[in-house]
């Protein structure tokens, strides 16, 4: 079992940044990870994934270059440095963590994914 907990949420004005993390416990931190993001009303909708030794990552295209997905498996963390941040960017933010052996576009794969963070609220200002 793995348990996830993002933080770093907030509010933002547009344009700015944020950097989310999320910490995993439970046992040992080889899974490939992911952010997901929600809005009332709508699906959750992957963002950003990253493979089990951060050297594949994918992104959304709403998001390619403007976020940055990174882990760090000693600290059994990852994050999401978010840049540029945009009204629509307003979501709930999960991390996620999966038991599939997962890189590129295959992360992508919302399905894959095993253990779920709480969330944390994301909200830029206009």
């Known amino acids: 079992q793995v348990q996830l907990m993002e933080s770093g949420g907030g509010l933002v004005q547009a344009a700015g940044s944020l950097r989310l993390s999320c910490a995993a416990s439970?046992?040992?931190?080889?899974?490939?990870m992911a952010w997901f993001r929600q809005t009332p009303g709508k699906e959750r909708e992957f963002v950003a994934g990253?493979?089990?030794?951060?050297?594949?990552?994918y992104y959304a295209a709403s998001v390619k270059g403007r976020f940055t997905i990174s882990r760090d498996n000693t600290a059994n963390t990852v994050y999401l440095q978010m840049d540029d941040l945009k009204p629509e960017d307003t979501a709930v933010y999960y991390c996620?963590?999966?038991?599939?052996?997962?890189?590129?576009?295959?992360?992508?794969?919302?399905?894959?994914?095993?253990?779920w963070g709480q969330g944390t609220q994301v909200t830029v200002s206009s």
């Open positions: 996620a963590a999966s038991e599939a052996l997962l890189s590129g576009s295959t992360l992508a794969r919302t399905a894959e994914y095993d253990f």
């Open positions: 439970g046992r040992t931190f080889s899974n490939p």
């Open positions: 990253i493979n089990w030794s951060g050297a594949s990552t």
